[in-house]
């Protein structure tokens, strides 16, 4: 009967193209024979030799089913010659030739082996899904095929293909398809849009169904609902509804036995109708469907940024999901598909689903690209790349969980994190928790924040403090409170009236103990001592510190909530937190919120207290001190502290007397620079010498006179201040001795002989040069005075002129002038009568 799939068409053209490429992309629609088909293919062709064909699936449940699937077809046993192997589970043997395996197992097995020895084929199923690891191993496993096995045969498949951009990708390599057989499928909407319909989806469903047979629908009937709570539900409705007479009732999802699984894909006599995950999209093909009954929701991973963690919520899937669902009702016949949502409401739905990589955290993955070698992040080859912010957002994770060192490199640490299956954040804090003997504690933390809240907020004043009577007020750490509150619910059975007096979720209560359950599982076989016991509040709360180091936050006083974090952010703590004394804390979520004015808060929850000697004791490398020197305007002194801090945020400041002395010199110096304290003895004097000096150099190069520049000046200011703490120290210094001794005493010797302070004239008189740093020398000197003067004076070796202001006797400028000879001989005859009316009790010459 396997003969006759329609994948067969396409066997010999699918096996001569990959002897020549040994890349294929494969598309074709559900149920052709793609998965079940394709590794026998390669294992009869002798495409394997020795080796095995490895097939990369994105769900667990799809990955066990198949392989059962094959070794039934080949008459094996499971585990044997075809085997799988999932996060927490590896049946599989040294004979296994076929390999079902999920998410990061294949990239895990890179890291130990980088050949991939014993590895012929690596099969990508179900590429459309564009999970995270079906992306990063394909770009793996194409610079393996590159690089160190030319001999290894990729293929690609999928029900549907954004073809160009795979093509592009995996160039050079063909691209193969199947039509497939497929019968057309109606298509019915609900009247009004799913979400003003307040009745439960399984009601809706159930009604659907009833419809369907009660108008003489034939063959069997699939539902998709979101999850297993759903799933029960929906049994239950149809259960109940007289149209079920004679159909057999199945669920299928990933929490089932595999007993129960099996019995949901089996064929049976009577009719049945399978409510199930999306693991029936296209993973898997239930024969005999006439109907689908579609929820058009599923739980969707995707990071949320806010908490910083991967969340699974229920949201509505996109039109493409959609019609793959719908697709299942037309395999063998025609077939009807209700969808449980109006036709406008489809229109607004997306097209696609983004692909993963550009929706998840990216820290796990990341942790595992650097294991298995990869040095730069940017310049891996993505099929379509993550966006810079999510790439350096992990990046930064991982150095602060201790998993990274500076330069990016993996550290031990790092190495010991991959054992765990966990988000990265989990991982550090269960290895931490061993040391503490909290490990219990530690996965009761974990389970209790994956899910929805489980403490509703904004809860009113009376079940606030009902809350707070019940549950307690330990303040060391939020949870404290969520895990009472869950011991409550646990108490309490669930119970809806029981959670909601208390403002507790009871959904989300009821899933904490599994998770809970799966934490201590895998902690338990990675060796860790997983007894719950009495521990110290601080165990706890120093694990959560290690997870979260990267959300040490400080409350700025303890009049607000404000807080700063590390790596230079800003928040507010949220009200209902326990933690209000303590000035140091961390917190496990994070949440952007808009108030009401518009502005972006940063509000912080899920608080415990810390110590700041605690993070010395634990990130010993991320602390660093720093010497804050500052000027007080208003005491006009130096003021210095030492500042304790953690990775950028301030945790304690000592005040340090006296403040260094180079600093304190170097700051009282700018203020005396910027004109803001002044040197009494800095007064004209100084300023003419300095200017003296910088012209004389400037004139006469040769005699190497070093000139004060703007530096020099402040660096004289500087040993002025030496010593000094405050303007009281500074203000009556005596500054000609300090600002002289710039000079040696020959250097003082030329400076006065080449621009003097005074000139000696012919006439006896010497008057005083004004020096200035734009203009020439000058004197300035009544007429009389300048008698038997006859020729301009010179100075800086006879280079330079004095200009000369030549004035009445009355001090009134009569002319200035560089040419005091032919002053003399023209325009003073000119004047001098006039000079001589105005003047007459003054001698003339
Ligand atoms: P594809 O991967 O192209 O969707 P599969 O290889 O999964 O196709 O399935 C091919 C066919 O094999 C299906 O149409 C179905 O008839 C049959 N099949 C697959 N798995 C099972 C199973 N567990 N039980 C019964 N039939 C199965
Ligand atoms: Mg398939």
């Not at 043997?93 to 390999?99: E, V």
């Not at 924040?449 to 019940?470: H, I």
């Not at 002194?637 to 600093?663: I, M, N, T, Y």
Request: aromatic share 6%; net charge neutral; glycine share 6%.
């Amino acid at each position: 009967m396997t003969q006759r799939l329609p994948i067969y068409d396409i066997e010999q053209e699918l096996i001569d193209r990959l002897k020549t490429d040994r890349r294929l992309i494969l598309s074709a629609p559900t149920g052709s024979g793609k998965s079940t088909q394709v590794p026998q293919m390669l294992l009869r062709h002798n495409f394997l030799r020795e080796g095995q064909v490895v097939i990369l699936q994105p769900r667990r449940l799809a990955a066990r089913l198949l392989a059962a699937r094959v070794a039934e077809e080949l008459g094996v046993t499971l585990g044997q010659e075809v085997g799988y192997q999932i996060r927490f589970e590896n049946v599989t043997s040294p004979k296994t030739r076929i390999r079902f395996v999920t998410e990061g197992v294949l990239l895990r097995q890179m890291i130990d082996d980088p050949r991939l020895r014993g590895v012929s084929a690596l099969i990508f199923d179900e590429f459309h899904e564009r999970h995270l690891y079906g992306d990063i191993t394909l770009a793996r496993a194409l610079d393996l095929q590159e690089q160190q096995r030319p001999d290894l045969n990729l293929v690609v498949m999928s029900a549907t293909l954004n073809a160009d951009l795979l093509a592009n990708y995996l160039k050079p390599c063909a691209t193969l398809s199947s039509g497939g057989r497929t019968f057309p499928v109606d298509h019915e909407y609900a009247a009004t849009p799913g979400y003003t319909d307040k009745r439960p989806v399984w009601e809706q469903a159930a009604d659907a169904f009833s419809r369907y047979v009660h108008g003489g629908g034939e063959g069997d009937v699939l539902v998709f609902m979101p999850g297993g709570f759903e799933i029960s539900q929906t049994l239950e409705a149809i259960r109940h509804t007289p149209e079920a007479k004679g159909f057999m009732l199945l669920p299928l999802h990933g929490e089932l036995s595999p007993k129960d699984q099996d019995a949901a894909v089996a064929r049976y006599e009577r009719r049945k109708v399978v409510v199930a995950t999306n693991v029936a999209e296209t993973s898997l093909t239930i024969d005999g469907v006439r109907l689908v009954i579609d929820s058009g929701l599923a739980r969707i991973p995707r990071y949320d940024s806010n908490r910083g963690i991967n969340t699974l919520l229920i949201e509505r899937i996109s039109q493409s999901s959609s019609d793959q669902r719908a697709g299942r009702a037309g395999r063998t016949a025609p077939g009807v598909c209700m969808r449980l949502w109006s036709r406008e409401e489809h229109g607004h739905r997306p097209l696609q689903e983004l692909p993963e990589v550009q929706r998840l955290d990216l820290s796990e993955v990341v942790l595992t690209l650097k294991a298995a070698g990869v040095r730069d992040l940017r310049k891996f080859r993505w099929l379509e790349a993550p966006d810079e912010q999510s790439l350096a957002h992990a990046e930064t994770l991982l150095a602060d969980l201790g998993a990274l060192d500076r330069h990016g490199a993996l550290t031990p640490i790092g190495r010991q994190m991959l054992a765990f299956p966990l988000h990265p954040r989990y991982a550090r804090m269960l290895l931490a928790a061993q040391a503490y003997g909290c490990v219990y504690q530690a996965a009761l933390a974990a389970a209790l924040t994956q899910g929805r809240d489980l403490l509703l907020r904004n809860m009113d004043r009376d079940t606030q403090s009902l809350r707070e009577d019940l549950l307690g007020d330990k303040s060391t750490s939020d949870f404290w409170m969520l895990m009472r509150a869950w011991t409550y619910a646990v108490k309490h059975e669930f119970r809806l009236d029981a959670c909601r007096k208390l403002g507790i979720h009871a959904v989300t209560a009821r899933q904490v103990g599994p998770l809970l359950e799966q934490f201590l599982r895998i902690a338990g076989r990675e060796g860790l001592d997983v007894q719950p016991r009495e521990v110290p509040d601080e165990a706890l709360q120093k694990c959560l510190l290690i997870g979260f180091s990267d959300r040490v936050a400080r409350r700025l006083d303890q009049g607000t909530l404000r807080c700063d974090l590390v790596h230079q952010r800003r928040g507010v703590l949220a009200r209902e937190s326990a933690v209000q004394k303590s000035p140091l804390l961390v917190v496990a979520e994070i949440r952007e919120i808009e108030s009401r004015d518009k502005e972006m808060n940063t509000l912080l929850s899920l608080a415990t207290a810390v110590e700041a000697s605690w993070l010395a004791e634990l990130f010993p490398e991320d602390m660093e001190s720093e010497m804050q020197v500052q000027f007080d305007p208003t005491t006009k002194r130096v003021q210095a502290a030492e500042l304790l801090k953690f990775r950028g945020l301030a945790l304690s400041a000592r005040r340090v007397e006296p403040p260094p002395a180079d600093a304190a010199a170097r700051l009282l110096a700018e203020q005396v620079s910027a004109g803001n304290l002044t040197l009494k003895d800095w007064d004209d004097s100084v300023e003419q010498w300095i200017v003296r000096l910088n012209r004389l150099a400037q004139w006469c190069p040769e005699l190497a006179l070093p000139p004060i520049a703007d530096d020099d000046r402040r660096h004289l200011i500087e040993q002025l201040c030496h010593g000094a703490y405050g303007y009281k120290d500074i203000k009556e210094r005596e500054v000609k001795p300090v600002v002289k001794s710039w000079l040696s005493g020959a250097q003082h010797e030329l400076l006065n002989r080449h621009a003097p302070e005074r000139l000696s004239l012919p006439n006896g008189r010497t008057p005083k040069v004004i020096y200035s740093p734009g203009n020439p020398p000058h004197i300035a000197l009544r007429i009389q005075e300048l008698y038997d003067v006859n020729q301009t004076p010179r100075i800086a070796m006879g280079r330079v002129p004095v200009v000369v202001h030549i004035l009445t006797p009355g001090m009134k400028p009569i002319q200035v002038t560089q040419d005091l000879a032919g002053f003399w001989r023209e325009h003073y005859p000119r004047i001098k009568s006039e000079l001589q009316r105005k003047y007459p009790r003054h001698l003339w010459r």
